[in-house]
């Protein structure tokens, strides 16, 4: 048997149980059918339904709600090594069903089980960290004045919600909610209604982990209904959201009666920047990794090439090849690199640039095409020859879709660079150090990699500028959103205090 049948063959009883019950929403430590009864999630792979899931809406949002709120006050004070094992034992039940977690997650989106079998692995790894985090997470400062011991601790800000996209999910989804219950905060999630099945596992996981019924509750749905409620909802005091910036001002605007706090990690068009003095072997490897792993699906790709001049025509002549030789495929297929697509409504725009670009006068230099007709299948595109004001390199395409632009200068470089309304990564590639700190600290990004890929390390803030987000996340930075700083200060003697209306 291949791998491939292998796997295929493994799915099929990991979804046995989901196409007997479909996938409920989980409140309180219970299935419960949504209000709205039930939409279906498709496999981008063949268009097949996968299974009915519960139609979560605003009645559905309130009862998970409070269901949160009433678990806080236990969940908050429980003690903090208690939370700690807790969450530790959710990383261990991770890594016992990362399998189950990378197939289904697979089949739900698409992605290639090469890149996915260690996002749940990931995903513990982000359960763990937090966990470290969970003793001290609470402590503060002593600020001491002539009069006063000024003592500042943090306190969970309370129940919140986590609203989260569908590429890559689960690993997604831990990295919200794991530091929202380390920091002591209950948690509603409404995972993206394209991709519901890691967020069943997850809830299960960390059920069986110990996590007490209402700590984490999972409420499925679309974004107008389920995440508009849980944006709108009283009880709930914050929302972590993940997903587009459009989307991230909606998030802003629906929050804005109820003063919701809001942490928005939103769009990229990110650049990579190939100077002429660079190793251009390892830049060539890193601007494929960067654009066409994960489909291309990925909010920090590099999808904005930026070549300098005297070495683009080689480096876009062997960036063709290597292009031309990804291995598109089914995705349970272990040596495939790209698979379908997410969905109709995302293939749909995905190749609508393959037109728009030579509309604009660019050259598809790669791809541009469709392939079959069974499930969401593009090839990896490359478009060369392009402007930075041409659509292809101002909005975010979000496939497996690279834009070239040529550049003589440095300044020219980072005038085009910084030519966007977003601003979450960079990548620099040159062997030049005072160039990489002049260009690094003009360059407008949230996170920036000077010959590198991204490589995440989880005590880093990771976050982006302008359209791409407010707020960071990663290790402090991730409590600082999800707890309240608390100021006491105590006399440390009779100082003067103004009378009064006294005689
Ligand atoms: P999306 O904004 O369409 O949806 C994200 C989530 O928001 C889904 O769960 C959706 O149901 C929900 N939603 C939609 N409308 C809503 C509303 N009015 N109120 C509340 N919730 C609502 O994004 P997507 O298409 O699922 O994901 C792709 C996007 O996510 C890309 O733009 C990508 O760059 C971005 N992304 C950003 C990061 C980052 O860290 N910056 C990471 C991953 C993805």
């Known amino acids: 048997m291949s791998k491939l049948d292998d796997n295929i063959a493994k799915l099929d009883g990991y979804l046995a149980r989901f196409r007997d019950t479909g996938i409920r929403n989980r409140i309180a430590g219970a299935d419960v059918a949504g209000a709205g009864g039930v939409f279906q999630t498709i496999s981008p792979v063949d268009k097949s339904v996968i299974c009915d899931v519960a139609l979560g809406t605003a009645p559905d949002i309130d009862v998970a709600a409070q269901a949160a709120n009433a678990a806080f006050p236990a969940w908050r004070d429980l003690p903090a090594p208690e939370r700690k094992r807790i969450l530790v034992r959710v990383a261990e039940g991770i890594e016992a069903r990362a399998e189950e977690i990378a197939l289904c997650e697979c089949w739900d989106t698409g992605q290639a089980f090469k890149f996915m079998s260690k996002a749940a692995l990931r995903g513990a790894e982000n359960f763990r960290y937090f966990a470290d985090q969970v003793v001290q997470a609470r402590d503060g400062q002593h600020l001491k004045s002539p009069t006063l011991m000024n003592v500042t601790s943090r306190v969970p800000i309370g129940p ?119 190793d251009l072997d390892r830049a060539l490897d890193a601007v494929i990794f960067m654009i066409y792993s994960i489909n291309g699906e990925r909010c920090t790709s590099s999808s904005r090439l930026l070549v300098q001049e005297g070495v683009r025509e080689d480096f876009e002549a062997r960036l063709v090849e290597r292009v031309n030789n990804i291995r598109v495929g089914h995705p349970l297929d272990p040596a495939t690199e790209v698979g379908p697509l997410i969905s109709e409504e995302h293939f749909t725009k995905v190749t609508s640039y393959f037109d728009i670009a030579e509309q604009d006068g660019a050259t598809v230099a790669a791809g541009g095409e469709t392939i079959g007709s069974e499930g969401y299948f593009v090839r990896p595109t490359l478009f060369t020859g392009a402007r930075n004001d041409m659509r292809i390199a101002q909005e975010e395409i979000f496939g497996p879709v690279l834009t070239s632009i040529p550049f003589s200068t440095e300044d020219e470089a980072l005038h085009i660079a910084n030519d966007t309304p977003y601003g979450l990564t960079g990548y620099v590639w040159t062997n030049d150090l005072t160039r990489a700190l002049r260009f690094t600290d003009k360059l407008e990004a949230g996170m920036i990699w000077v010959n590198s890929e991204n490589v995440r390390h989880l005590p880093t803030p990771f976050g982006g500028v302008k359209a791409s987000g407010i707020g960071r996340d990663g290790g402090d930075w991730s409590f600082e959103f999800y707890m309240e700083q608390k100021h006491v200060g105590f006399a440390l003697g009779p100082h003067k205090i103004t009378k009064l209306g006294a005689l």
């Open 160 to 278: 919140v919600g986590v609203i989260t996209p569908w590429n890559t999910p689960f690993m997604l989804s831990t990295w919200k909610i794991a530091p929202a219950l380390a920091a002591g905060c209950t948690v509603v999630h409404k995972p993206a209604e394209a991709s519901p099945l890691t967020a069943r596992l997850l809830v299960e996981i960390a059920e069986e982990a110990g996590l007490p019924p209402g700590v984490l509750n999972t409420v499925n749905g679309f974004g107008e209904g389920a995440g508009k409620a849980l944006c709108e909802h009283p009880k709930i005091r914050a929302i972590a959201f993940v997903g587009e910036s459009k989307t991230g001002s909606l998030i802003t605007k629906q929050g804005a009666d109820t003063l919701k706090r809001n942490h928005l990690e939103l769009g990229g068009k990110n650049p990579v920047i190939v100077f002429e003095d660079a």
